[in-house]
């Protein structure tokens, strides 16, 4: 006789670890615990809204991977130009010693 198997409820599933970490290292820290638990209610609304559990999943993913981007993209853009600028130092660089 197999196991049955009982699908979590809405208050056992939760959005994927790495979203998580995503979405808490783009917030302030005053703002984590708030931002994250609307977040885990976004993650819930979406799967009882969907039903499919990696649908909910992929979303979670793409909502923290882009406040992620957005936190950071000050210093992303900056980088840019750095290496950008860097790169032609080099080859200048490298047609002066021809």
């Given amino acids: 006789m197999a196991p049955r198997v009982t699908p979590p ?3 056992e599933v939760r959005p994927p670890g790495l ?3 995503m ?3 783009s917030l302030r820290s005053r703002e984590r615990e708030e931002g994250l638990a609307a977040f885990e209610d ?9 039903g499919d559990l990696q649908v909910a999943r992929a979303m979670a993913l793409r909502i923290g ?7 950071y993209k000050p210093l992303i ?13 080099l080859a200048a660089a490298a047609l002066l010693m021809m």
């Fill in 65 to 71: 991977w882009e406040s992620l981007q957005q936190a």
């Fill in 19 to 21: 979203a998580r970490w």
């Fill in 77 to 89: 853009d900056i980088s840019m130009y750095v290496l950008a600028l860097l790169g032609v130092i």
């Fill in 42 to 50: 976004e993650f819930a609304d979406h799967l009882a809204e969907t």
């Fill in 23 to 25: 979405v808490k290292h």
């Fill in 9 to 11: 409820t809405r208050e």
